[in-house]
């Protein structure tokens, strides 16, 4: 994650030196609607909340796991309604993307038993957004923000793990489909028909399992590309 986050930093190096090189101009026309593809990186941590009366030792594990940053790609389309009379200001977004990860723990001990956890996960993302564009020379700056609702498409769990006597696998209950809530922010740099966004995104992955003795927070971020392909 460290290197997402210098990544940011880098980006907001650029607009601050270009800000102060060059007065604000109109870097495009207005369009009233725009439609294009869009595709990128993810990387997801997940946080996991275990109530001290859990039962089964394969959820106890869960607070003490060390899990590994799932990186996996990202692709979609999105459209984009303008609000605003000038190609700056506001706009409402509607986007749909594949949002595949992998999600695996270290070995993780406790008492007598050893083991390692493995999520697999896919969702269709829907996004709604909101976005603020202000121009920068010749390029158009924006803050987003908005909220997601991820319908699952893929759900693996699995907890292998090693006793005193065996080698042994179960899975933790979760019962499909299991859908992801949650809200995101984020920055976009926009050249021409070419754009480029970095966003944070904070949902629930297990969102309709209620019965679970254990709560689960996603937090992700995106590095995505995008190419508007009908402006009108």
Do not use: C, W
């Not at 207005?30 to 030792?57: E, L, N, W």
């Not at 993307?97 to 999520?119: A, C, Q």
């Amino acid at each position: 994650m460290k290197k997402v986050f210098a990544i940011a930093f880098a980006v907001l190096s650029v607009i601050n030196a270009i800000s102060q090189d060059k007065q604000p101009v109109l870097s495009e026309e207005r369009h009233i609607f725009s439609f294009g593809v869009m595709a990128g990186a993810a990387f997801t941590d997940m946080k996991f909340t275990v109530p001290p009366s859990s039962f089964y030792s394969s959820v106890k594990n869960l607070a003490i796991a060390k899990f590994h940053t799932s990186a996996n790609p990202v692709f979609g389309v999105y459209t984009q309604f303008n609000l605003s009379e000038k190609a700056s200001g506001h706009a409402a977004g509607i986007e749909i993307m594949y949002h595949p990860y992998s999600y695996n723990s270290d070995s993780t001990s406790i008492l007598t038993e050893r083991g390692v956890y493995k999520f697999s996960l896919a969702y269709l993302r829907n996004t709604l957004n909101y976005r603020y564009t202000y121009p920068v020379g010749n390029l158009n700056v924006s803050v987003l923000a908005g909220f997601t609702f991820g319908l699952n498409l893929k759900l693996e769990d699995s907890y292998n793990y090693k006793n005193s006597s065996s080698f042994q696998s179960e899975n933790l209950g979760i019962v499909k489909p299991t859908n992801d809530i949650g809200f995101l922010g984020g920055l976009g740099l926009q050249y021409k028909r070419f754009g480029l966004d970095l966003r944070y995104y904070n949902s629930n992955p297990f969102t309709n399992n209620v019965n679970l003795e254990f709560k689960a927070k996603a937090h992700s971020i995106f590095a995505l590309m995008r190419y508007s392909i009908v402006n009108r």
